[in-house]
T-cell receptor, first 112, second 114 residues
Framework: AQSVTQPDIHITVSEGASLELRCNYSYGATPYLFWYVQSPGQGLQLLLKYFSGDTLVQGIKGFEAEFKRSQSSFNLRKPSVHWSDAAEYFCAVDQGAQKLVFGQGTRLTINP | DSGVTQTPKHLITATGQRVTLRCSPRSGDLSVYWYQQSLDQGLQFLIQYYNGEERAKGNILERFSAQQFPDLHSELNLSSLELGDSALYFC?????????????FGSGTRLTVV
């Protein structure tokens, strides 16, 4: 069955430090991949998406993600985090049936 | 504003009651999806409609039903509510052409069952 794994439930980084959030998926073909961010009490905002082509994808708010087919991964990165990046981050996969399967999410805390 | 509108934003109701959540998709999008977000289950796909017809079903309880109307807005009906139905319910619409390729989510309806 289709699945998305975000191994880290909670990550804490210092402001200005780099960030990498992990995402692994299981799917037979190359899926459509997404990262969403959810601030407390808010909806889901799309950070970036990958469908095909260049495996390094640039998104909003300075985020980027790299699709690695050999590792079935789509990790999210940011070179320098800001206090406003504190939120919950969700990786999602479109399994071809045009519905999203989400990972369990990673909660990001920023230390001042 | 994502372009997907959900009402109401908050809803508090008692066990056994019935509620209706409403979603207006982004202009031009024909597909509507409903998701439930709870602490123990995470984000779960419930159901998808495309141009008025049910297209896919996920982990939707029999007490829940949905429909999409000719103007493309959708309603999710939750009946015989239980405490465990308390959750954030998201609606999304999708577009598969142009720059907005993908899914857009509304801000959600927070349902509290007491």
């Amino acid at each position: 069955a289709q699945s998305v794994t975000q191994p880290d439930i909670h990550i804490t980084v210092s402001e200005g430090a780099s960030l990498e959030l992990r995402c692994n998926y299981s799917y037979g073909a190359t899926p459509y991949l997404f990262w969403y961010v959810q601030s407390p009490g808010q909806g889901l905002q799309l950070l970036l998406k990958y469908f095909s082509g260049d495996t390094l994808v640039q998104g909003i708010k300075g985020f980027e993600a790299e699709f690695k087919r050999s590792q079935s991964s789509f990790n999210l990165r940011k070179p320098s985090v800001h206090w406003s990046d504190a939120a919950e981050y969700f990786c999602a996969v479109d399994q071809g049936a045009q519905k999203l399967v989400f990972g369990q999410g990673t909660r990001l805390t920023i230390n001042p | 504003d994502s372009g997907v509108t959900q009402t109401p934003k908050h809803l508090i109701t008692a066990t056994g009651q019935r509620v209706t959540l409403r979603c207006s998709p982004r202009s031009g999008d024909l597909s509507v999806y409903w998701y439930q977000q709870s602490l123990d289950q995470g984000l779960q796909f419930l159901i998808q409609y495309y141009n008025g017809e049910e297209r896919a079903k996920g982990n939707i309880l029999e007490r829940f039903s949905a429909q999409q109307f000719p103007d493309l807005h959708s309603e999710l009906n939750l009946s015989s509510l239980e405490l465990g139905d308390s959750a954030l319910y998201f609606c999304a619409s999708s577009s598969w052409t142009g720059l907005n390729y993908g899914y857009t989510f509304g801000s959600g309806t927070r349902l509290t069952v007491v």
